[in-house]
Every structure is written in C-alpha cells, then in structure tokens.
C-alpha cells in the first residue's frame, strides 16, 4: 500500500497545468511543481504513480530508493524518477531539504528518462549549477502562473532547459549519456543539443521551433 506524508513547513510557489489534447501531443507539458521547504517527515513510499518528476535540492538533505536501490540527495543535486516505477523518498528529520520539482510528461520524455538513468546509474545527478537550475524552475512557474500567449511552447522551452543542465552536469563528470538518448523521438536530442550550445541566449520563439 501506498504510503504519502505531505508534510510541508513553508511553500513558496506551487503550480499546475493544464494542457490540451493538442499540448499533450505537441509538447512537455506540466502536470503539478512547487518550490517549498520540506517539514521534517516530508515523503512518500509508492509502487506506482503517474508522470515524470525532477527534484532538484536547494539544501537539506534526504533519501530515498528507486526500483529497490537506495540513493541519498544533498545541496545541488537533481532526482530523476520514472514515477510508474516503485519509489520512496524522505526528508532527513533534522536537516530537511528545500527543494524544487515538477511532474510532467510529453512526447520521448519516457525513453529520455530511460536513457538518462542508465547512463547515470542513479536516480541522482551531482554538482548541478545551483543559480542557473533555479533561474529555470521560477521561469517555468512564472509562466504557468501568467499563461502568456504561446505559453506551451515556452514551458517546453523551460522543462528542456532543466534537463539539459543535468545532462550538462553529467557529462562534467566524464560520464556519457546513453546512445539511445541521441537517438531519441521528436527531437529531443537535438532540442537539447540546441539549448546546451546557446542556453545563456535570449531565443525568440522561432528560434526554439
């Protein structure tokens, strides 16, 4: 039996989306994310649950396991989790973590994620860029709280930009991600590609389609 205990000292955003039938086939799309401070006892112990979520660790400290393997998280490290996949995670009780995430899917984030986590071998991704992961997520939730016009398009621009900073941190490391993530459907790669050579430019729209 599942088990979830949505304990939470502060939030300090919380969003959801909502995306059309044409968003879903189009683009990444969110389904929920927030930026809080975890309460001690904060987590969750579930067989399965729906979409693809990334943590990323602001400070604190927790753990967690993924498909029965455990991992620990600290300060700038991102989690990466396949959510149909048995997992767990909690906040240390003393030193509990202030995180950013966001649950979404969309077209080849499945097998991106696949990819990802093998390369890794670990749902938890090192040494990401702390200001710059930051300056993604709070973009991301201006805009689904503002809702611009092509607002889709940008949140894909946005959930983009923070999977190429953890594919950035891994091959910083002098891992490679998995072959298959090059190859993977709808562009993806090669959008992440894009956003790894010019993610500190201004791109207008046209540019990112």
């Known amino acids: 039996m599942d088990k979830v205990a949505s304990i939470q000292q502060k939030v300090f955003a919380s969003v959801a989306g909502f995306p059309s039938?044409?968003?879903?086939?189009?683009?990444?799309?969110?389904?929920?994310?927030?930026?809080?401070?975890?309460?001690?006892?904060?987590?969750?112990?579930?067989?399965s649950f729906f979409a693809h979520q990334v943590m990323f660790m602001v400070r604190g400290q927790g753990a967690g396991a993924y498909q029965g393997r455990p991992w620990q998280a600290g300060?700038?490290?991102a989690v990466l989790l396949d959510l149909a996949r048995p997992h767990s995670y909690w906040a240390d009780a003393q030193d509990p973590w202030e995180m950013y995430w966001v649950r979404f899917d969309g077209p080849g984030v499945a097998p991106l994620f696949?990819?990802?986590?093998?390369?890794?071998?670990?749902?938890?991704?090192?040494?990401?860029?702390?200001?710059r992961m930051r300056a993604e997520f709070e973009a991301l939730f201006k805009l689904l709280k503002t809702l611009p016009p092509g607002y889709d398009a940008?949140?894909?621009?946005?959930?983009?930009?923070?999977?190429?900073?953890?594919?950035?941190?891994l091959r910083s490391r002098g891992s490679e991600p998995d072959p298959e993530l090059e190859r993977a459907p709808s562009g993806?790669?090669?959008?992440?590609?894009?956003?790894r050579?010019?993610?500190?430019?201004?791109?207008a729209l046209e540019?990112?389609?």
Do not use: K
């Open 75 to 77: 300060p700038r490290t």
């Open 188 to 195: 993806i790669a090669s959008a992440l590609q894009f956003l």
């Open 21 to 47: 039938e044409q968003d879903r086939g189009l683009y990444w799309y969110v389904h929920n994310g927030a930026h809080w401070q975890c309460g001690s006892g904060y987590g969750c112990d579930r067989r």
């Open 114 to 131: 696949e990819a990802l986590l093998r390369a890794n071998g670990s749902p938890v991704f090192p040494d990401i860029p702390g200001m």
């Open 197 to 203: 050579n010019r993610h500190r430019e201004t791109l």
């Open 154 to 169: 940008w949140v894909w621009h946005r959930l983009t930009g923070i999977l190429a900073l953890i594919v950035e941190s």
């Open 207 to 209: 540019d990112l389609a």
